[in-house]
Structures are given as structure tokens and as C-alpha cells.
């Protein structure tokens, strides 16, 4: 193919010296499979679990350290900006269980045909809205004893 | 297999942080003082740090390519689990003994 350098390709070969070739499009052009979409949430929400540990760790110091700690961690929580970190730590603890139950089962054997493959993530993304949405409209509803 | 030990863990902490939900420090810390659930706690945390740090070393080593930067990023992996429980477990320990 004769053709002139892609545009890709001019950007590449503005580096003088350094021959990268030029690239296809690819995240802006192909359709994500779903079991694709799932795998990557899986690492995102083990990253943002992984952050979210030092939220976890401020609780308790703050717990442990007095009424004045600890106000400011329930201050910060209350606040949009709080509400939205928790929502995000509960939706990805959420994906990550069930998504991780999916590679538990995998382990064993079970669930590598395409179908169920798919199936069980469609199932994982539903179930992990459903629950991340449930606890947080439980914990609005902040008479607080439930148990 | 600490994402097997995870699944009942982190289903009770998830109800356990539920029933604690609204901001009083007090009914936290009678929680806390039980000790049963002090140890599933720790537990829970020692469970989460580990796997969290099993996880993140495959991160790394999939995305980190120089070589110092890699292994540099390997090791603070590794304390920032150890900083993150022993702060963490120290907090919890003062709590409930």
C-alpha cells in the first residue's frame, strides 16, 4: 500500500530520530466486549479499594484517637464530596467481590464457555449497581440501628 | 487464599459499617470493644492488606517498566500494606483492649 503516512503516522515520525511506527486507532474504534469491560473494572476497583484502605485507616485512628478526630472524619463523610467517595468504595467493594467470585469459579473450572462467561458478567455489573445503590439508600436512611 | 477468606469478610464488614452508619463514636467503640468483633476486624484487615498487596504487585509489574522504578515501586507496595495495618491495627488494638 502506497499510500501517504496516516496521520497517525506524521505524528509519529515528528520525532526526529526516535522511529516509532505509526499506530491503528484502537480504544476509539472498537466495540468492548463485555467480559473485556469487566476485567478492566476489575483491576479499577482493586486500585480504588486499594486508596480507599487509607479512608478505612482514618476511620479507626480517628475512632481511636477521641470525639474531636472523630468528628472530623463524620464532617468530612457527610460532605458531597465524602458521600461520593463512600458510594464509589461501596460500589467497587461490591463489582470486586462478585466480579472476584466469578475468577474464584474460574479456578475451579467452571464458567469458561462464552456464554456463561458473558452472562456472569452482565450479572456482575447488575448485582454490584443493585447492591452499591441498596447500602447506600440504607445508610441514608440514617436511624442507624438496623441490626 | 485471602480472596476466599475476603468473601465472608468483607460481607461482614460491609453490614457491620451499615449498622454503625450515622456518626456516633460512642455506640463505634462499644462495637469495636467486643472482641469478636475486634478480631474479625483485624481479620478483615489483614485479609484485605494482603490481597490488596498481591494485586497491586501485578499492577506494577504489568505498567512499570524501568527497572529502578520498578523495584521501588515493588518495595513501597510492600510497606505501604505493613504502614497502612500496623496504623490501622494499632488504632483497633487501643480501641478494644
Known amino acids: 500500500m502506497a499510500d501517504g503516512p496516516s496521520e497517525g503516522g506524521a505524528q509519529a515520525r515528528s520525532q526526529a530520530g526516535s522511529r516509532q511506527m505509526p499506530l491503528s486507532p484502537h480504544l476509539s474504534i472498537y466495540r468492548w466486549p463485555i467480559t473485556m469491560a469487566a476485567s478492566i473494572i476489575h483491576r479499577a476497583t482493586g486500585i480504588a479499594l486499594t486508596i480507599g484502605t487509607l479512608f478505612l485507616a482514618w476511620w479507626l485512628i480517628a475512632a481511636a484517637i477521641g470525639p474531636d478526630a472523630y468528628g472530623n472524619f463524620t464532617e468530612f463523610a457527610a460532605t458531597i464530596l465524602g458521600r461520593l467517595i463512600l458510594f464509589g468504595l461501596v460500589g467497587s467493594l461490591a463489582f470486586h467481590l462478585l466480579n472476584g467470585l466469578r475468577h474464584l469459579a474460574w479456578d475451579l473450572g467452571y464458567g469458561y464457555e462464552i456464554r456463561t462467561a458473558r452472562l456472569s458478567a452482565a450479572l456482575v455489573f447488575g448485582l454490584a449497581l443493585l447492591i452499591a445503590l441498596g447500602v447506600f439508600t440504607l445508610g441514608y436512611m440514617e436511624g442507624g440501628n438496623l441490626f | ?78 510497606f505501604f500494606a505493613l504502614g497502612v495495618g500496623c496504623a490501622a491495627g494499632f488504632a483497633l488494638l487501643k480501641i478494644a483492649l
Open chain 2, 1 to 78: 487464599m485471602s480472596a476466599v477468606a475476603l468473601v465472608p469478610l468483607s460481607i461482614w464488614f460491609l453490614f457491620s459499617a451499615l449498622s454503625l452508619v450515622g456518626g456516633n463514636l460512642a455506640e463505634v467503640l462499644v462495637f469495636l470493644s467486643k472482641p469478636i468483633n475486634a478480631i474479625l476486624m483485624l481479620l478483615f484487615l489483614f485479609a484485605a492488606l494482603h490481597h490488596m498487596t498481591l494485586g497491586i504487585q501485578v499492577v506494577i509489574e504489568d505498567y512499570v517498566h524501568g527497572e529502578r522504578l520498578k523495584l521501588l515501586s515493588l518495595m513501597f507496595n510492600r
